[in-house]
């Protein structure tokens, strides 16, 4: 739906001046931001704990070190995920049960936050196919264009999240991500250009995730997405992103499987 | 004794018993037979006595046989006066002529006769303007737009550069009822509200209704802005037009037969793109304009019998090659039948259809697809007015209307999408209403009435339940013309006034209004895609109370006015969304609607000075808007987008001599409330903004001066034509149209806040012609 603001793009043009400028901001209290990610491609548990800082702090986050971080399977079995430095906390060959839920709890000072996730069957790319593009949209230079091409299965809602690579690099920030559900292509053979970013040259490695993602994470990201940059235009309400995490804290936890595919470009 | 008997019986016969006789009949403008909106029929030796024409230009005044003094008053004309004795019910039909000296600089002017109908009419808080009143005021491109003028009056906000639509008394944008020749009109904006649907040349008429709306309107919260068109020359053909840097218009009107009928056609064209291929960051192949058209005709079969039919049909384009387009647009038709059952008894028969739509193409080839959305009325409507006597004026009527919603379908050109169609959904919206303008002494008039309205959501399609949070927990499904969900409503009104002197009165307004059809817009800039939604088993009508108080005082034989008003409105079941809601293309969109209450109160001053070479007006709002949800902002009340708490207008128009006029304009309030950031965090490595609280924070405040130049051409008898210059924005104030926030290109561990500026001066040339 992101096309639709290509619209407000050209009042942008029309705009005769944009400039930074000074505003004073209140200072939020610090609150605690959780990102948790479970990958069954790794079976590796990966979170990240830091505190939200003043919106105009050129500071790095301010991480956090001395938390209890845990993950709990369907059967109540509790696993301790142990810091690594740097905010991050990592667990290592954990081994999925797909189609079960699984529950992250985070205790901090004296407050223990907790996420759940349902990690849901994979989905598997079918190809990577590319078309040749001759630019000029918005002054993009000419180039090409990839397509995400899967099967979706029929009668389930699916959810997926779909990240690039280029050359090897991850192209996973907010705004390179791509969210697609299956409202309108449910039981589809789908085949969906990624616009976005450059269009790929000749020689270009380009890679394609597509993970298999549940409901509340797909609505996360597409908000997240919608007040990236506070591009209010684009979002109804700007407000924090609905997260899984309770007591208030940011972030999500997201366990998904995933299907990689990698071509080059010719 | 019998003789006291006899004189007695005389003295009551001849009193309240004595025959009671009806003046009737319209009031025209001689120069091309328009009916006159709003005349005043006086008469001059019996106090507080007398009659205003209706919107059709009629009178009805009752009074004991006897001898009158009549006057026929209306702003811009010369009055005239007529002895009529009223020994038998007698038709007058006068035709009123433009005081020669004004005629000659082609602009209709206030006559230098007495004027306060400000301080003795009952009707409370109505803004009226005729369009060649404000011809000079200077405005954006050069294209002089009634609506914008409005936007300067006390009380009336406009929703900023780049945004539709206006706010009245803290009310949002959907809350106006927007009326032209009585078919509601669901988007009032081209190029996206740079201009308004009305193009002035084809406009009779525009009244307010800020507080005490009569009974008649109904269906919005807030406001009823009702446009009426003109009715086309009747006397000889005429042609009028402007060309400017933007947008050019032509307006032809002629009688059909002479004194009888006319037929009026006004156009307009935009050409704002050529422009924009000036600018080498837009592609060569982009579309950007709109186009309107007015038309109107009427015939009167007899005396007794009017007919009017009336459409207005715009449409904006916009596209990029093919990888793009949009366009959105009104159309709406409207036919009228005016008949006189009695002297006294007045009836107007309505059938109106009405259509907004739009539609997006978006890529080529097999990856594009197409949305479309609209929304349709038909709506029937009886309207009488009753002159039941001179001291008691009855309106009262019905209408239904029959609204369909299409919120929108896709399609695709490639197999990877289903074809989706968002359900339809049907309603019936009645009003009934009874109101009555009575006088009692010389000193009271009260407005009153009742309106009665109800909406029916009717099937076939589905109704869903949601949980606190919104996940839809059930469905049910309808047949077709089954009921969904009923509401209905009593809506008092009242409006009076009394005259403390010939200059000066107070007045006092109450309305309840209810509103069954909501539109959805995102927070900071409103589009032609924002849907309206119907009242539904999730969604309850929007309920506004206000009570208003107002003092008004003419000056030095009415050169100025002076008024001050105070009001106080309560708003129930306002509605906004959920953080993230999802408002295109969303079946389930009542799961992301959250309701709360609204309050709204300010004080609006003005000083208008009327006549004389230099005129125009100074006006002051103070004013708060606030909203109150459960699942907002922890309950906390918080400011409306609105929430403008001072706002200024100051409107100077000076007319040097006979060919020229200067004028200038500027406009102040204290910025927009907005929702910022208190803080950030990271995560997948991209800067997130954290958010505390809703519309904690300001826009800078808006200030902008506005100057025109009109230089009158020499003028031949059947020519007249002038040069219009204006300079928009005139000090190049760099006016926030967005503030964002983002990471420092430069320096990705840095924050930064960009403000997004649209208009720096803008100056803009318009030559119109008129052939009389």
Same mark, same amino acid.
């Given at each position: 739906?992101?096309?639709?603001?290509?619209?407000?793009?050209?009042?942008?043009?029309?705009?005769?001046?944009?400039?930074?400028?000074?505003?004073?901001?209140?200072?939020?209290?610090?609150?605690?931001?959780?990102?948790?990610?479970?990958?069954?491609?790794?079976?590796?548990?990966?979170?990240?704990?830091?505190?939200?800082?003043?919106? *105009?702090?050129?500071?790095?986050?301010?991480?956090?070190?001395?938390?209890?971080?845990?993950?709990?399977?369907?059967?109540?079995?509790?696993?301790?995920?142990?810091?690594?430095?740097?905010?991050?906390?990592?667990?290592?060959?954990?081994?999925?049960?797909?189609?079960?839920?699984?529950?992250?709890?985070?205790?901090?000072?004296?407050?223990?936050?907790?996420?759940?996730?349902?990690?849901?069957?994979?989905?598997?790319?079918?190809?990577?196919?590319?078309?040749?593009?001759?630019?000029?949209?918005?002054?993009?230079?000419?180039?090409?264009?990839?397509?995400?091409?899967?099967?979706?299965?029929?009668?389930?809602?699916?959810?997926?999240?779909?990240?690039?690579?280029?050359?090897?690099?991850?192209?996973?920030?907010?705004?390179?991500?791509?969210?697609?559900?299956?409202?309108?292509?449910?039981?589809?053979?789908?085949?969906?250009?990624?616009?976005?970013?450059?269009?790929?040259?000749?020689?270009?490695?380009?890679?394609?995730?597509?993970?298999?993602?549940?409901?509340?994470?797909?609505?996360?990201?597409?908000?997240?997405?919608?007040?990236?940059?506070?591009?209010?235009?684009?979002?109804?309400?700007?407000?924090?992103?609905?997260?899984?995490?309770?007591?208030?804290?940011?972030?999500? *936890?997201?366990?998904?499987?995933?299907?990689?595919?990698?071509?080059?470009?010719? | 004794?019998?003789?006291? +008997?006899?004189?007695?019986?005389?003295?009551?016969?001849?009193?309240?018993?004595?025959?009671?006789?009806?003046?009737?009949?319209?009031?025209?403008?001689?120069?091309?037979?328009?009916?006159?909106?709003?005349? $005043?029929?006086?008469?001059?030796?019996?106090?507080?006595?007398?009659?205003?024409?209706?919107?059709?230009?009629?009178?009805?005044?009752?009074?004991?046989?006897?001898?009158?003094?009549?006057?026929?008053?209306?702003?811009?004309?010369?009055?005239?006066?007529?002895?009529?004795?009223?020994?038998?019910?007698?038709?007058?039909?006068?035709?009123?002529?433009?005081?020669?000296?004004?005629?000659?600089?082609?602009?209709?002017?206030?006559?230098?006769?007495?004027?306060?109908?400000?301080?003795?009419?009952?009707?409370?808080?109505?803004?009226?303007?005729?369009?060649?009143?404000?011809?000079?005021?200077?405005?954006?491109?050069?294209?002089?737009?009634?609506?914008?003028?409005?936007?300067? $009056?006390?009380?009336?906000?406009?929703?900023? @550069?780049?945004?539709?639509?206006?706010?009245?008394?803290?009310?949002?944008?959907?809350?106006?009822?927007?009326?032209?020749?009585?078919?509601?009109?669901?988007?009032?904006?081209?190029?996206?509200?740079?201009?308004?649907?009305?193009?002035?040349?084809?406009?009779?008429?525009?009244?307010?209704?800020?507080?005490?709306?009569?009974?008649?309107?109904?269906?919005?919260?807030?406001?009823?802005?009702?446009?009426?068109?003109?009715?086309?020359?009747? /006397?000889?053909?005429?042609?009028?037009?402007?060309?400017?840097?933007?947008?050019?218009?032509?307006?032809?009107?002629?009688?059909? +037969? /002479?004194?009888?009928?006319?037929?009026?056609?006004?156009?307009?064209?935009?050409?704002?793109?050529?422009?924009?291929?000036?600018?080498?960051?837009?592609?060569?192949?982009?579309?950007?304009?709109?186009?309107?058209?007015?038309?109107?005709?009427?015939?009167?079969?007899?005396?007794?019998?009017?007919?009017?039919?009336?459409?207005?049909?715009?449409?904006?384009?916009?596209?990029?090659?093919?990888?793009?387009?949009?366009?959105?647009?009104?159309?709406?038709?409207?036919?009228?039948?005016?008949?006189?059952?009695?002297?006294?008894?007045?009836?107007?028969?309505?059938?109106?259809?009405?259509?907004?739509?739009?539609?997006?193409?978006?890529?080529?080839?097999?990856?594009?697809?197409?949305?479309?959305?609209?929304?349709?009325?038909?709506?029937?409507?009886? !309207?009488?007015?009753?002159?039941?006597?001179?001291?008691?004026?009855?309106?009262?009527?019905?209408?239904?209307?029959?609204?369909?919603?299409?919120?929108?379908?896709?399609?695709?050109?490639?197999?990877?999408?289903?074809?989706?169609?968002?359900?339809?959904?049907?309603?019936? @919206?009645?009003?009934?209403?009874?109101?009555?303008?009575?006088?009692?002494?010389?000193?009271?008039?009260?407005?009153?009435?009742?309106?009665?309205?109800?909406?029916?959501?009717?099937?076939?399609?589905?109704?869903?339940?949601?949980?606190?949070?919104?996940?839809?927990? !059930?469905?049910?499904?309808?047949?077709?013309?089954?009921?969904?969900?009923?509401?209905?409503?009593?809506?008092?009104?009242?409006?009076?006034?009394?005259?403390?002197?010939?200059?000066?009165?107070?007045?006092?307004?109450?309305?309840?209004?209810?509103?069954?059809?909501?539109?959805?817009?995102?927070?900071?800039?409103?589009?032609?895609?924002?849907?309206?939604?119907?009242?539904?088993?999730? +969604?309850?009508?929007?309920?506004?109370?206000?009570?208003?108080?107002?003092?008004?005082?003419?000056?030095?034989?009415?050169?100025?006015?002076?008024?001050?008003?105070?009001?106080?409105?309560?708003?129930?079941?306002?509605?906004?969304?959920?953080?993230?809601?999802?408002?295109?293309?969303?079946?389930?969109?009542?799961?992301?609607?959250?309701?709360?209450?609204?309050?709204?109160?300010?004080?609006?001053?003005?000083?208008?000075?009327?006549?004389?070479?230099? $005129?125009?007006?100074?006006?002051?709002?103070?004013?708060?808007?606030?909203?109150?949800?459960?699942?907002?902002?922890?309950?906390?009340?918080?400011?409306?987008?609105?929430?403008?708490?001072?706002?200024?207008?100051?409107?100077?128009?000076?007319?040097?001599?006979?060919?020229?006029?200067?004028?200038?304009?500027?406009?102040?309030?204290?910025? !927009?409330?907005?929702?910022?950031?208190?803080?950030?965090?990271?995560?997948?490595?991209?800067?997130?903004?954290?958010? $505390?609280?809703?519309?904690?924070?300001?826009?800078?405040?808006?200030?902008?001066?506005?100057?025109?130049?009109?230089?009158?051409?020499?003028?031949?008898?059947?020519?007249?034509?002038?040069?219009?210059?204006?300079?928009?924005?005139?000090?190049?104030?760099?006016?926030?149209?967005?503030?964002?926030?983002?990471?420092?290109?430069?320096?990705?561990?840095?924050?930064?806040?960009?403000?997004?500026?649209?208009?720096?001066?803008?100056?803009?040339?318009?030559?119109?012609?008129?052939?009389?």
């Amino acid at each position: 739906m992101k096309n639709i603001f290509y619209f407000f793009a050209i009042i942008a043009l029309l705009a005769s001046c944009q400039k930074v400028i000074d505003i004073d901001l209140n200072e939020a209290n610090p609150t605690p931001v959780i990102e948790g990610n479970y990958t069954a491609e790794d079976s590796t548990v990966r979170v990240k704990l830091s505190l939200t800082s003043s919106y *105009f702090n050129s500071e790095t986050s301010n991480f956090i070190n001395d938390a209890n971080v845990n993950i709990t399977d369907d059967s109540g079995l509790i696993s301790n995920i142990p810091s690594i430095g740097n905010g991050m906390y990592e667990l290592q060959s954990y081994i999925p049960n797909f189609n079960t839920t699984y529950t992250l709890s985070v205790s901090h000072d004296g407050t223990t936050y907790s996420a759940q996730c349902d990690l849901l069957d994979t989905v598997s790319l079918s190809e990577i196919t590319y078309e040749y593009n001759p630019g000029g949209f918005f002054g993009s230079d000419a180039g090409y264009l990839v397509f995400l091409n899967f099967d979706d299965p029929i009668n389930i809602s699916n959810y997926y999240q779909v990240v690039l690579s280029l050359n090897g690099v991850e192209l996973n920030a907010l705004n390179e991500i791509f969210t697609q559900d299956d409202i309108f292509s449910d039981g589809n053979t789908v085949s969906r250009p990624l616009f976005g970013g450059d269009f790929f040259q000749i020689e270009d490695t380009v890679g394609m995730e597509l993970r298999s993602i549940d409901q509340d994470i797909y609505s996360y990201l597409n908000e997240a997405i919608s007040i990236f940059g506070s591009n209010s235009a684009s979002s109804a309400a700007p407000g924090n992103p609905y997260s899984n995490w309770n007591n208030n804290a940011l972030g999500y *936890f997201s366990a998904y499987g995933n299907s990689r595919k990698e071509i080059i470009i010719e | 004794m019998k003789t006291i +008997v006899l004189a007695l019986l005389l003295i009551i016969t001849g009193s309240s018993f004595g025959q009671k006789y009806t003046l009737s009949g319209t009031i025209r403008d001689a120069s091309n037979g328009e009916d006159i909106y709003g005349a $005043t029929i006086r008469v001059t030796n019996l106090s507080n006595v007398g009659a205003n024409t209706n919107a059709y230009g009629f009178y009805s005044l009752t009074l004991d046989r006897g001898s009158y003094e009549i006057e026929y008053r209306s702003t811009g004309f010369e009055a005239q006066s007529f002895q009529i004795d009223l020994l038998e019910n007698i038709s007058k039909n006068i035709e009123l002529d433009i005081p020669s000296d004004v005629q000659q600089l082609g602009e209709v002017k206030v006559n230098a006769t007495k004027e306060n109908n400000n301080i003795t009419s009952s009707g409370m808080n109505v803004t009226r303007f005729d369009p060649k009143s404000i011809e000079t005021i200077p405005v954006l491109f050069g294209e002089k737009d009634i609506m914008k003028t409005l936007q300067l $009056t006390p009380g009336v906000k406009g929703a900023g @550069e780049g945004n539709a639509g206006f706010f009245v008394r803290g009310g949002g944008v959907d809350q106006n009822l927007i009326l032209l020749d009585e078919a509601p009109v669901y988007n009032a904006s081209h190029l996206l509200g740079f201009f308004s649907v009305f193009n002035s040349d084809a406009i009779k008429d525009v009244a307010l209704y800020k507080s005490g709306i009569p009974a008649e309107y109904g269906g919005r919260a807030s406001s009823v802005m009702d446009v009426k068109m003109r009715d086309g020359n009747t /006397k000889k053909f005429g042609a009028s037009g402007g060309i400017g840097l933007i947008s050019s218009r032509l307006t032809l009107e002629a009688p059909i +037969v /002479k004194d009888k009928g006319a037929i009026i056609i006004s156009g307009r064209r935009s050409y704002a793109d050529l422009f924009l291929g000036l600018s080498e960051e837009v592609p060569d192949d982009t579309k950007l304009f709109f186009y309107d058209l007015n038309a109107k005709a009427n015939y009167r079969i007899t005396e007794k019998d009017r007919v009017f039919l009336s459409g207005y049909f715009g449409r904006d384009k916009f596209g990029l090659g093919d990888d793009f387009g949009f366009n959105w647009g009104n159309a709406t038709g409207t036919l009228r039948w005016n008949h006189l059952f009695s002297k006294k008894l007045f009836s107007n028969t309505t059938v109106v259809y009405s259509d907004f739509d739009y539609e997006f193409n978006i890529g080529s080839g097999n990856d594009g697809f197409g949305i479309r959305s609209s929304i349709q009325d038909w709506n029937i409507k009886q !309207d009488f007015t009753y002159f039941l006597n001179n001291n008691n004026n009855l309106k009262f009527g019905i209408n239904g209307i029959y609204h369909t919603f299409k919120p929108g379908s896709l399609t695709g050109k490639n197999e990877s999408f289903n074809e989706l169609i968002l359900f339809e959904r049907y309603a019936l @919206e009645v009003g009934a209403y009874v109101q009555n303008e009575m006088k009692i002494g010389s000193r009271l008039n009260i407005m009153y009435g009742l309106r009665y309205s109800g909406f029916n959501l009717m099937g076939s399609g589905n109704a869903y339940d949601f949980d606190d949070k919104g996940n839809k927990i !059930d469905e049910r499904s309808y047949d077709s013309g089954e009921s969904i969900a009923y509401h209905h409503g009593l809506e008092p009104r009242i409006s009076m006034s009394y005259i403390l002197s010939e200059s000066n009165s107070i007045k006092l307004g109450y309305n309840r209004n209810y509103q069954y059809m909501h539109q959805l817009s995102n927070a900071t800039s409103s589009s032609p895609t924002d849907n309206w939604v119907p009242s539904s088993n999730n +969604v309850k009508p929007q309920i506004a109370d206000q009570i208003a108080i107002g003092y008004y005082q003419n000056l030095k034989r009415n050169m100025y006015r002076i008024s001050g008003e105070v009001y106080y409105k309560y708003m129930a079941n306002q509605i906004d969304y959920r953080n993230g809601a999802q408002l295109i293309l969303n079946d389930e969109v009542e799961g992301d609607l959250v309701y709360g209450i609204g309050k709204a109160y300010g004080l609006e001053l003005q000083v208008e000075k009327k006549k004389g070479k230099f $005129t125009g007006w100074l006006s002051y709002t103070l004013s708060r808007s606030l909203r109150q949800f459960d699942d907002i902002n922890d309950g906390k009340e918080f400011s409306a987008r609105q929430d403008r708490i001072h706002d200024i207008s100051i409107v100077a128009m000076y007319k040097v001599n006979n060919a020229i006029a200067l004028s200038a304009s500027w406009i102040y309030y204290t910025g !927009d409330a907005i929702t910022f950031p208190s803080g950030k965090y990271e995560v997948a490595g991209t800067t997130i903004p954290f958010y $505390t609280e809703r519309n904690g924070y300001r826009m800078p405040d808006y200030h902008r001066m506005d100057i025109g130049f009109t230089w009158y051409m020499k003028e031949r008898k059947k020519f007249e034509h002038n040069l219009n210059v204006s300079i928009y924005n005139l000090y190049a104030r760099e006016n926030a149209y967005t503030i964002t926030f983002e990471d420092n290109p430069d320096n990705l561990l840095e924050t930064q806040a960009i403000q997004t500026t649209l208009f720096k001066l803008v100056p803009s040339i318009t030559y119109n012609f008129n052939i009389k």
